[in-house]
Structures are given as structure tokens and as C-alpha cells.
């Protein structure tokens, strides 16, 4: 017997539901995230575990031939990364003589724009060094909570991704059995669309990350800024977070700048070469790369990053628009949730739906067959494919 709740009942249910959602992952984020992360470093270690299979390879030995493959790119990735760092701690005396002298320059412009003399402003800095030492002990500990937790995430990482890819079929049986025989079509072309996406998605990001370092690297080498692949390679993985990690990206590349050299007209060059190797990015590279396949809108991503980082940091800030194209996946084959996949998705509508009532019915033949006709039926709206 099929009961048949009232419209607002049934969006109440999904707004609980959402809550109910984001306050598990917030509560379990340690044990959720390495899950998650693990699940994604699956589906993009798939095809190499795949190829280890027709070459007839033990399933076993596949999979952690394939994890080793993969921490061993992930070794080399970070390896680069503390050599350009070790370049930066052996400028060291030069860098603190360009602090230094960043320091005195502003501090002469305050003396001069605000009558605010280098005694007061000593004075300010020492009382405000004195809270920070007062607080040393707070942050000491956080910071190794945080380190511990780390740790821990990554050593689990390793776990997970062996028996996500293991126990797959028990896994993907588990979702084919959780749905009636009728939708198991749907299941299966969504599964398939799901791992597609993901794949394509993870790998542009990978690529996307080599690109950025070589072009943003190479034209501050060419412009003579010190730390040029250091600067490269920061912004490249900042940038995976979207848009919040850019700006982050940007604040830093001058940090570096101005830590390196006296020479004002250097951090322009560098805002300069990051906005246009950002616009390359976002409008040639990156779209034909990754394609079209990751349709979310940029409210929706700004609003998923923000609340992901919230809920589970910077975990959560990264892996947001990977969930939110899963979801969005769901949402568009299911016609309950389907103007949650609306709500999305990048495809705007032309018309207003205040002025256009065709533009109200969640059924997509309706909507091309009665085209721009405004005298659509309140029973017409409420017609399902």
C-alpha cells in the first residue's frame, strides 16, 4: 500500500534529512573523511588495478601494487615540494633582512599617516607578543592534537583504499540490493556515470595541478622571482579548493615575494602572471580537460567548499565538489529529489519562471513541447516522465 505524503511533509523530511546528514559527518568526521578520501583514491587507482588483472595478477597483489604505485607519485609530489622548501629555509638571513626592512618602511608610513610613533608601535607589538606567549601553551597542544589526527588519517588511508577495493563487489551488490529489480537499470548506468565523472574529475585535478606549477613556475623564473616553483607548486594545490583556494593562493604568492626581495614591482608581477595563468586555467585548459562533465554552478560551489571546510576542514573544502557531483547524479535520476539536482546544476534557464510558467514543470518533454505557452495547468506542472 503506497502512502502518499503531502508536498510539504515530504520537504521537510529532506530538509531533516540534509541536517541529519551534515551533523553525522561533522560529528564522525575522523572516522568519515579518511572513508570518503579512501573511496575516491579507489575509483582513481580502478584502472591500474585493472590493467594488473589482464595481466593476470592476484587480486591481492593488484590491489597493492596499485596503492604502492600511488603513494609512490604522491612520495615524489611531496619530496619536490620539501626540496623547493629547503631552497626557501637556506635564504633564510636574506629573507629576514627584507622582513625587516618591509617592517621599518611601514612602520615609517604609520609614523607618518597616523602620528602613531615606532615607540607606541613597539609597545603595541610587545603587549600583543605577550598574549601570544600566554597562549603558546593552548596552541602548542591543538597543533598536536591536529598532527596526531593527521597521522592517524594517513595511516588509515592505506587500509581503507585496500578494502574498499577488495570487498568492491560486496560493496556495489549492497547498493543493487538496497533498490527494487525494477530500478537496477538506473542503478547501474549511475554507477557507471559516477565512476566516469569521479575519474575524469581527480585526474583533471592531478594534471591541472602539473600544468599550473609549469606555466605559473616558468613565467616568474623567466621574470627573475625567487621561489618560482615554490609559488607555482603552492597555487597549484591551493587551487583545487575552488575559488577560496586561489585567493589563498594569491595572499601567499606575495608573502613569498615580499619575503624574497626588496622590489615592490615584483608582487605585481607575480599577481599579474598568477591572473593570467588563472584565466587560462578556467577558460581553455581546465574545461576541455575535464570536459562538462562536472556541472555545478558557482554558488553552489562556493557554498559547498565553505561548508564542507566548516563540517571537516580542509578535507572537506577538497573533496566538496567531487560529493556534490555525486549527489548531483542521485538527484537527476530520482524524480523525488530531482530540483535538488536544479538547484546544482549550471544549467540556467533562459526564461523566469514567474513570467514563464512553462518553465515550472519538472517534466523536460512538457517543457519542449509547449515551448514559451504560458497557459500551462496546474495538473501539467505536476506531471512526472
Sequence with gaps: MDIKLPATVKRSIELLGL????FVISVGKEIVMPILMAFFISILLLPIFRLLRKWK??????????IVIGALMIAG??????YQVSILVSDFPEIQKNVNAHINNISTWINEKMHFSSTQQVTLLKQQSEKMVSNAGSMLSGAAVSLS????????LPIY???IMYYKNLLLRFVFLWFSRDYHEQVELGLKEIESIIKSYLVGLLIQITYITVLLGGALAIFGIKHALLIGIIFGILNLIPYIGALIGNLLGVLLTLTSSQDLSQVFTVLISIAVVQFLDNNILMPRIVGSKVKINALMSIVGVIIGGSVAGISGMFLSLPVMAILKIVFDRTDEFRHWGVLLGDDRPALSPIN?????LRNKRLREKQGDDESASPQEENDKP
Design 77 to 82: 609530489i611531496v619530496g619536490f615540494l620539501s
Design 149 to 156: 589526527s593527521v597521522f592517524v588519517f594517513v595511516g588509515l
Design 161 to 163: 583504499v585496500f578494502l
Design 19 to 22: 541536517c541529519a546528514l551534515v
Design 356 to 360: 514563464h510558467p512553462v518553465m515550472r
Design 57 to 66: 595478477f592476484p587480486e591481492a597483489v593488484a590491489i597493492v601494487c596499485s
